[in-house]
């Protein structure tokens, strides 16, 4: 019993619906000799065409063997022995006649009839269009999420650019020239980006056509009622020729895709305020790279600091946490990281706006644990800034210089440049706003610090340049 095709035939239909019907012929009767009439069946044991008159009075004998209309008569006749092609010889790979099947050159021969070699033709041809159509919708895909990232490029590139803006027009006079070298640049990543993209996706496009062409040649196959030219069309391997997958492409794609980075207006705005030289002295960085979230050392926290679960946050308790006593807790209301920084630059931001009075910074693990001088910014071995009766100040060695205003956005944000010897804090309001930089040449590895003396704190996370 034959197995209809059911996957061929869904996926037929599917694509093939919407395709004009084939033309006639061309092939006209050959017994019409008055008038010319085309043929709708040809006979390939008498070698005639037929029109619908001839074919009803036509033999109906098992010899008589009809096939669609077709000029090429002698092609589906051996070569050999001037008999039906019937038979398909999977050793050779050949159509083969009876005589070729029982004393020709394929006796022996594993052999099959035309109609079932064609289905399995047909099988594997169907397997091939279904992985083209994969590929196809993947290629699609991959369009589809470089053009959104060309947007998000160009979005952020609009972005940075009014950044910029806002922060130079505060040194217009001076730095008119520079101005327009840092926007050129945002403007030259942007195009490098979009014309790699435009490109990809140019080359994409090439691909998703040459992938429909060959789905459209093997539908054409699939299409075919004669299983003869199916199994003659000598064209198939290349339409069967499919890769598992470009992977230089998709190398390209996500090294595309992840070619991003924002601009590091705060370490521009760092510069402005601490380089004597500024026209000479700024850095552009367009590309920041994640580094490890900030931690909280439980076993420095002081025992009426409650730390949050996710060991980020501090904030003050009546309630002792009846920690153990070691020497590395603090005797007053203060917490060190459980990272520390020996070189680089560096910088993260801490939520102030649970608490009204509070300080941040940083220290040598060196720092005292115990009496007055173990706050941050009392010794020489810590800088910090802090809040206390609405007024903000930073600290160093004892030495206090008031700052003036607020900080209107309770977000902070404190910058290492270790090998620079510099500690600077800023206002994460818009624009960025610098409040005060140290300077000095560092001895030791360095731990951000919390200090806390109501509600809480947060550091939000961390980031390396």
């Given amino acids: 019993m034959t197995v209809r095709n059911i996957t061929l035939r869904n996926i037929v239909e599917n694509f093939l619906s919407a395709q004009p019907d084939k033309e006639e012929s061309g092939v006209l009767c050959t017994y019409c000799i008055h008038a010319p009439v085309p043929a709708v069946k040809s006979c390939l044991h008498c070698e005639a065409s037929l029109c619908d008159n001839h074919l009803r009075v036509h033999s109906k004998s098992p010899e008589h063997v009809l096939c669609d209309p077709t000029t090429?008569?002698?092609?589906?006749?051996?070569?050999?022995?001037?008999?039906?092609?019937?038979?398909?010889?999977?050793?050779?790979?050949?159509?083969?006649?009876?005589?070729?099947?029982?004393?020709?050159?394929?006796?022996?021969?594993?052999?099959?009839?035309?109609?079932?070699?064609s289905e399995k033709k047909k099988m594997k041809l169907g397997n091939?269009?279904?992985?083209?159509?994969?590929?196809?919708?993947?290629?699609?895909?991959?369009?589809?999420?470089?053009?959104?990232?060309?947007?998000?490029?160009?979005?952020?590139?609009?972005?940075?650019?009014?950044?910029?803006?806002?922060?130079?027009?505060?040194?217009?006079?001076?730095?008119?020239?520079?101005k327009t070298r840092v926007l050129s640049e945002i403007s030259g990543r942007e195009e490098r980006i979009s014309i790699s993209v435009v490109e990809m996706i140019r080359e994409l496009e090439i691909k998703k056509d040459e992938l429909s062409r060959k789905m459209r040649d093997i539908e054409e196959l699939c299409n075919m009622t004669d299983p003869l030219t199916v199994l003659q069309e000598s064209d198939t391997g290349d339409l069967c020729d499919t890769e598992d997958g470009d992977d230089e492409d998709r190398e390209r794609h996500d090294r595309l895709l992840h070619d991003g980075g924002g601009l590091d207006v705060a370490g521009i705005s760092h510069k402005l305020h601490t380089l004597s030289d500024i026209m000479s002295g700024i850095n552009v960085f367009f590309y920041i790279q994640e580094a490890e979230d900030i931690l909280l050392d439980v076993s420095t926290a002081e025992n009426h600091l409650q730390i949050s679960d996710d060991i980020k946050a501090a904030s003050?308790?009546?309630?002792?946490?009846?920690?153990?006593?070691?020497?590395?807790?603090?005797?007053?209301?203060?917490?060190?990281?459980?990272?520390?920084?020996?070189?680089?630059?560096?910088?993260?931001?801490?939520?102030?706006?649970?608490?009204?009075?509070?300080?941040?910074?940083?220290?040598?693990?060196?720092?005292?644990?115990?009496?007055?001088?173990?706050?941050?910014?009392?010794?020489?071995?810590?800088?910090?800034?802090?809040?206390?009766?609405?007024?903000?100040?930073?600290?160093?060695?004892?030495?206090?210089?008031?700052?003036?205003?607020?900080?209107?956005?309770?977000?902070?944000?404190?910058?290492?440049?270790?090998?620079?010897?510099?500690?600077?804090?800023?206002?994460?309001?818009?624009?960025?706003?610098?409040?005060?930089?140290?300077t000095t040449t560092f001895t030791e590895p360095l731990h951000a610090g919390l200090c806390v003396w109501r509600g809480s704190i947060k550091i939000s996370g961390g980031n390396q340049r």
Avoid at 77 to 99: G, R
């Fill in 72 to 117: 090429s008569l002698e092609n589906r006749k051996c070569s050999v022995h001037k008999e039906l092609l019937k038979y398909y010889c999977s050793l050779d790979s050949a159509c083969i006649c009876v005589s070729c099947r029982l004393d020709g050159e394929h006796r022996g021969h594993q052999v099959e009839t035309l109609y079932e070699a």
């Fill in 316 to 438: 003050r308790s009546d309630k002792s946490q009846n920690r153990p006593e070691t020497p590395e807790r603090f005797q007053y209301s203060q917490v060190l990281s459980s990272r520390s920084f020996s070189s680089g630059r560096h910088y993260w931001e801490v939520d102030v706006g649970g608490s009204n009075e509070w300080r941040v910074g940083m220290c040598y693990p060196s720092i005292e644990r115990k009496g007055d001088q173990s706050l941050i910014g009392d010794n020489n071995k810590s800088w910090g800034m802090r809040r206390c009766y609405n007024k903000y100040s930073v600290t160093h060695d004892s030495n206090k210089i008031p700052l003036p205003g607020i900080v209107s956005s309770n977000r902070v944000r404190i910058d290492l440049d270790y090998e620079a010897g510099r500690i600077s804090f800023y206002d994460l309001c818009d624009p960025i706003r610098h409040l005060h930089t140290f």
């Fill in 128 to 178: 091939v269009l279904q992985k083209l159509m994969t590929e196809r919708e993947e290629t699609e895909k991959r369009v589809q999420s470089l053009e959104e990232h060309r947007r998000k490029v160009q979005g952020e590139a609009a972005g940075d650019t009014e950044k910029v803006s806002a922060l130079f027009r505060m040194f217009r006079r001076r730095l008119e020239d520079l």
